[in-house]
């Protein structure tokens, strides 16, 4: 019986060695794949702000005069929380709520970028969402700071928000880097994809180094 209970352990600790070599076996990705963006970011990404407004009028909310309006607005929308694809920024002119459409297409963006990553054998990043929906108020602020901005911005309908090109957020520590043009040529051909298909409308924002984003289908 002693002996039994003894190979019954052994062999219990040899299943489960096996399954952790393997499983690692598994995890590991060989060298990334060459990274390449055919397209030019200007030309391919450049629905200037008539076109935004006009997908935001007719997909989001009434713009709200300030935060505290904003407050009885928050049940009709949706809240954008950092996950493990994306970040939310500290907002300072803007606030983390939008229509579900444009939830969700924030979703499928990082979503997407996530299994780019991956199929190129590259580390995961998450993205950084730097500017959502604005009040009356946030605008006018903002323009105070910013002379370029608008002052009839599409943020303020609920539909739009703003992807940094320029930073990125590893989840891998241990693993290799990629550069910010690598990861701006990712989320560049992810974008134009789904631009093509008619789910957004882009602007390249040099200046602002995001790529602004507005919602285009309910």
């Not at 299943?15 to 055919?38: Q, T």
């Not at 946030?138 to 930073?167: C, E, Q």
């Not at 990125?168 to 693993?175: H, T, V």
């Not at 701006?184 to 390249?204: E, N, P, T």
Request: proline share 2%.
């Amino acid at each position: 019986m002693y002996k039994k209970h003894i190979f019954i352990a052994f062999f219990t600790s040899y299943l489960l060695l096996f399954c952790l070599v393997s499983c690692a076996k598994k995890e590991e990705r060989g060298p990334v794949k060459s990274i390449r963006y055919s397209g030019n970011y200007n030309k391919d990404f450049n629905d200037l702000n008539d076109i935004h407004l006009a997908a935001a009028l007719k997909n989001g909310i009434q713009p709200v005069k300030d935060r505290k309006e904003a407050e009885g607005m928050k049940k009709k929308l949706v809240e954008l929380k950092s996950n493990k694809n994306y970040e939310v920024d500290e907002l300072t002119y803007s606030i983390p709520f939008t229509v579900d459409a444009a939830a969700d297409l924030l979703n499928k963006i990082a979503g997407n970028f996530a299994d780019s990553l991956k199929n190129l054998n590259a580390p995961h990043y998450k993205l950084v969402v730097t500017s959502i929906t604005r009040t009356r108020e946030d605008v006018k602020r903002l323009k105070k700071r910013n002379g370029n901005a608008s002052p009839n911005s599409a943020h303020m309908y609920g539909t739009t928000f703003d992807i940094s090109w320029k930073r990125f957020i590893k989840g891998d520590k241990s693993a290799d880097k990629l550069t910010e043009d690598q990861l701006k040529m990712v989320l560049a051909s992810v974008l134009r994809d789904l631009k093509k298909k008619g789910f957004c409308y882009i602007k390249h924002e040099k200046k602002q180094a995001c790529f602004h984003i507005t919602v285009r289908k309910k």
